[in-house]
């Protein structure tokens, strides 16, 4: 049995990186704008206050919420980039490393789409809510 070229590693680790980090920076954008306006919007303002109190760099977020949706969007789109660049490159021979090569594919591609909807909440409740509902 040959054993695995460092290419299609690679290719497997990238493959899990960047969803993973597109998840994350998706979530900051959650968390800095949709998540305030979603409490105040339920009158929940005492509890916002807690969590500022108890979470400081939320305000860093908010105040810095282009620089937060850029670099999410930016690592969406490497993200959303790499995996079509991979739909078609050929996994493992071997059959259980060709099954879990086929089963991280899937779950990177439901991770990036997770990823861009909660990108997309974000950045409603940040640059579109207050014009909408207003």
Do not use: N
Not at 42 to 58: D, F, I, K, R, Y
Not at 83 to 107: E, F, G, M
């Amino acid at each position: 049995m040959e054993p695995p070229s460092d290419d299609v590693e690679k290719g497997l680790y990238r493959q899990a990186l960047l969803p993973t980090l597109s998840l994350f920076t998706s979530f900051g954008t959650l968390i800095c704008c949709a998540l305030p306006a979603l409490l105040v919007t339920l009158g929940m303002g005492a509890a916002l206050a807690g969590l500022v109190s108890a979470a400081p760099w939320l305000v860093w977020l908010s105040d810095h919420k282009k620089i937060v949706f850029v670099a999410a969007g930016l690592m969406l789109a490497v993200s959303v980039v790499m995996q079509w660049r991979a739909r078609y490159l050929p996994c493992p021979a071997d059959p259980v490393k060709a099954k879990a090569c086929s089963r991280l594919r899937k779950i990177s591609q439901i991770i990036t789409g997770f990823s861009v909807l909660i990108y997309c909440v974000g950045f409603f409740f940040s640059f579109l809510a207050a014009d909408l509902l207003l």
